[in-house]
């Protein structure tokens, strides 16, 4: 069967690291014939250059034909003076609410081998392993009205909408909780419902919901603790699940736990699990062309791609072992490294999981 998977590298460092990852992909592709088929399409800054506007329409219907999109990033200095609308991070907004991914998964992982990377404690973080499930088309992300008006005294007045439906905050929760049950059935829900009504019934609906999992132990949890234990304890979570603004910000602080932004992947998916996989970092616009960043959580996201749409188990734990292998022959791009190992670059990250694969067969 074909795979039809649509390409979108974007800005600053995502043509690299994605680059990267379609080596991988394609030397899996050769030794299990996965019926991969690519096709690249333009988003965000790249796409503005080109078309005057970060989401062309063929990229949408590239995307929508495509049975699964691989991103790389968006966004960059070149285009943030222009007006909010034309921003690359439009784009990437735009292909989340069109192919309707409202299941952002974003798994926390310490590899034994980066323990020193991270900032915190080897005891506070080894052995982590926390999946948090973010919703990504509803919130204030997208809640209407929102802009800056005028008041009657002139004073600009900045606006956004905290906005969420029941049937939005009941279809992420069973995501949510069917990950938990196939983890260690424990799933924290992050809310600040002792100030926002939104997310009061965000609570009540995700206790309503856990009804219909008897063996996931739910627990709520506000934001601001959230982060807090976070960085104290982390390795009291499982899976967490929390709204789209939540998520975004206790994503990149759980990422840190791990040693590197570099190192975390995620995948998006709808409901019948279509997906856009793409490393949870940003376009490092300050590192771009330098052949120095972080290819992991590109290729990382390629297996969360043939795991989650493809069903592909075999190859998805093919890549993860080859990366676990990478680490373990001391391979590390800047972003990991440490004194006595071996610094390598980019697409010699790359070439080294491509080896290790090869070895495998
Ligand atoms: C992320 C990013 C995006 C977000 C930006 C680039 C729009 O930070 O995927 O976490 O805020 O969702
Ligand atoms: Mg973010």
Redesign the pocket.
Known sequence: MTKKIAVLPGDGIGPEIVTEAVKVLECLNSQMALGIEFEHGLIGGAAYDEYGTPFPEQTLSLAKAADAVFLG???GPKWESLDISLR??KG??GL?SELQLFS?LRPAILYPQLVYASTLKPEVVSGLDIMIV?E?TGGI?FGKPRGVRVLENGERQGFNTLVYSESEIRRIAHSALQIAQKRNRRLCSVDKANVLECTELWREIVTDTAKLYPDVQLSHMYVDNAAMQLVRAPKQFDVMVTS??F??IL??AAAMLTGSIGMLP?ASLDANNKGMY?P?H??APDIAGKGIANPLATILSAAMMLRYTFNEIEAADRIEQAVNNALDANVRTADIYSEGMQKVSTSEMGDTVVAELKKGI
Do not use: C, F, K, T
Request: hydrophobic letters at 30%; aromatic letters at 4%.
């Open positions: 990033a968006v966004g690359p991070e990437l907004l989340r952002n973010r990504l992300y789209n603004m998520g975004d994503s990149d995620s793409e949870i940003g376009s």
